[in-house]
């Protein structure tokens, strides 16, 4: 059952901005600017954690949408414990004090959304035209300097073997579509440079940091500065010489230096969940352009943990203290900022096919401010007709040999008057305080 209502609050995604480092080699044609470079190297392949949303703080146009990839998955075994992982990670966080928790929900990858352990190595499959048409789906896209680039992310990924579509998630994280300061250029000398990753950009002195590198590089167009961040984020990254970070889990973690040395300070963020913002742009990407992407995964298992079945995802749990209201998210990113603004996050409430032949749809109620969910086509439009907004496909159901999600009714509430549960026993508790069974919502794994 399901009630018009008129009430508070409305769940918001954020989506942001910035990115980091990149370089192409014109060090004979750039010329050298004095000042923040000549600070410590490591220091530029670190990003403040607070800039991580500050260029950009809206949700994409039509909702929530998720590209669903399938592939093969490598398993790379670690002598590191999971604990030891986050252990080490917190002894480098002298300045943003991340709790254990947060950690361990970046590092642990069975949290993960799959796409962080995509092989950047490989093609993306997009043309030019699809990634114009994703840049230009937002009317930032369309105002900002990434527009029309589209041929320059194709033609990097031609020419240095990084994923276009990793390589313009990344862009557009960074820049914010493309309309930070860094991106739609500064003047230097009557000549204006651009810089789209963010190279140099670093403790609190982005703008001119960032300008000195793209002086540096020489980067003058907005080709140039695509090209050239392909180039440096393959070589210092990607196809590094050594401890190589070919994902987006391991340019974040450094997993590899760590399993050999125990230190993994060769990381492209200091944010727990950067990595986790790039991969959801990635699959709004494809979702956008209607491609499925075929992904090599590659994924650490940490001694004595496991590693997750690729074909699942895990489905997070939250919960409103000031509407009632339980959400229901696969999203890593959504889930930090809800927790960061109040939210409580209640864990994993079950895991998800990662695709299926039945999607759950997922709406929202403006005038409520509350969610629903659905596997019934004929529910989902009836409430778009009643003033709901349908926000994509939230996720997918299991068959019925799955684990069932239950759904129940509370008939004295006004608005967030739903619950979907996998537990039998909140299920039994909410039954025995009145709420009304509704049956089987759906199927986890």
């Known amino acids: 059952m399901i009630k018009q209502v008129s009430v508070l609050l409305s769940v918001t995604l954020l989506l942001a901005g910035i990115a980091l480092p990149f370089a192409f080699a014109q060090d004979a044609l750039a010329e050298v600017v004095e000042g923040p470079l000549r600070a410590d190297p490591k220091a530029y392949e670190h990003i403040e954690d607070d800039m991580l949303y500050a260029q950009s703080q809206e949700r994409s146009s039509d909702g929530v949408v998720f590209a669903q990839a399938t592939g093969t998955s490598n398993i790379v075994s670690l002598n590191l414990t999971l604990d030891q992982m986050i252990q080490m990670c917190m002894k480098n966080d002298n300045r943003y004090n991340h709790s254990y928790a947060q950690f361990q929900a970046g590092l642990d990858p069975n949290s993960c959304n799959l796409t962080v352990f995509a092989d950047l190595r490989t093609s993306s499959g997009l043309t030019a035209a699809q990634i114009d048409a994703f840049i230009d789906s937002e009317a930032k896209g369309r105002a900002g300097k990434l527009h029309g680039q589209g041929a320059a992310f194709i033609e990097a990924e031609a020419t240095y073997h990084v994923n276009a579509a990793y390589l313009v998630a990344h862009a557009i994280l ?96 200091t944010g727990v969940s950067w990595q986790e913002e790039i991969a959801r742009i990635v699959d709004q990407a494809y979702a956008r352009v209607g491609v499925d ?8 298992q940490y001694r004595g943990s496991s590693v997750p079945d690729t074909n699942a995802r895990a489905l997070y749990r939250l919960y409103n203290p000031n509407s009632g209201e339980h959400f229901y998210t696969s999203n890593f990113a959504e889930k930090e900022r809800l927790a960061d603004i109040g939210w409580n996050y209640e864990g994993i409430g079950w895991r998800a096919p990662k695709s299926s032949d039945a999607p759950v749809y997922r709406l929202y109620n403006e005038n409520g401010g509350e969610h629903h969910y659905t596997l019934s086509a004929a529910e989902r439009d009836n409430l778009v007709a009643h003033g709901w907004n349908y926000e994509g496909v939230g996720w997918y159901s299991a068959d019925t040999s799955g684990t069932p999600l239950y759904r129940q009714y509370n008939p004295n509430a006004f608005a967030n008057n739903h619950n979907y549960t996998a537990s039998r026993f909140e299920f039994d508790h909410n039954i025995g305080l009145g709420w009304q069974d509704e049956g089987v919502a759906w199927y986890g794994l």
């Open 293 to 300: 992407p075929a992904y090599n995964y590659i994924i650490p």
């Open 174 to 269: 960074e820049t914010g579509w493309g309309t930070s300061t860094l991106a739609m250029g500064q003047s230097h000398q009557g000549t204006v440079y651009y810089n789209f990753f963010g190279i140099g950009a670093f403790d609190g002195v982005a703008e001119s940091a960032g300008l000195s590198m793209a002086v540096k590089e020489g980067w003058t167009s907005p080709r140039a500065a695509v090209l050239g961040g392909a180039q440096w984020i393959a070589k210092n990254y990607i196809y590094r010489s050594t401890y190589a970070q070919p994902t987006l889990y391991a340019m974040k973690w450094d997993y590899a230096r760590a399993n050999a040395e125990s230190s993994c300070w060769h990381q492209y963020c």
